[in-house]
């Protein structure tokens, strides 16, 4: 049957970013198709929240408090995933973001956070992670970027050049991991979660995102979900080195910022 190429049972994951948003979307589906998921982001209450709803779905879960922003928690996210789940074969690295701003009031500090939380993060999980993969014969790894990584907009140099990093760093780690580990990134649009809560609550501003969108409607955690467990699973065995697009068909931005001219 073709839907049993989507399993994931017996595979374990490490999902960051996982207390609500897109990353508990992807958590959930991650255990909806069969796999053990090591919860991680820096809200305790929220990750424990995600790993009882994955217990109740029949899967083990762990809640690991995790700043991707510090080194040594990624490192120990991955040893006590190890430890306490048995193995690693699947990272999805989902934490990330940045600010919008304008240029001229984007600091040198503010563009080397973001590349830190959105790139230099992805990159030592993986670092650490890899040979554990290795250990059970491979695995996957899932990036979530952003199709501000490839569209334009004013107030996103900090965010989109980020975003852009972490799409081309994924083409050359599937380059270099593969055939043994595949590695694909999800370039995502505008979904509904508590970060974009409060641009949607402005008035018109769900309005008018979704007339931009040519599927006319905001993205939703699930839609994320699905797209990540056909890259983890075998139903993407033949698919590494790819940025997918899934944003609703955009190719322009649909965030209606309106920053002036300088």
Known sequence: MILD???LDGKVAIVTGA??????????????AGADVAVASRTQKEIDEVAA????LGRRAISVPCDVMQRAELESLVERTQKELGGVDLVV????????KPFLQTSERVFEEAYRFNVTSAFLLSRFAVPRLLERGGGAIVNVSSAMGRVTDRGFSAYGAAKAGLSHLTRLLATELAPRVRVNALAVGAVETSALAPFL????????MESLTPLRRIG???????AAVWLASPAGAWVTGKV?????????????????DL
Do not use: C
Request: hydrophobic share 40%.
């Open 220 to 226: 939703q955690p699930e839609d994320i979900g699905a």
């Open 93 to 100: 690295n989902n934490a990330g973001g940045a600010p919008w």
């Open 5 to 7: 190429r989507f399993r």
């Open 19 to 32: 207390g609500r948003g897109i990353g508990a979307g992807i958590a959930l589906a991650f255990a909806e």
């Open 201 to 208: 609550a402005a008035e018109g501003m769900r309005e008018k």
């Open 244 to 260: 997918i697009e899934v944003d609703g068909g955009q190719e322009t931005t649909n965030f209606p910022l309106h920053l002036p």
């Open 53 to 56: 709803q994955i217990r109740a």
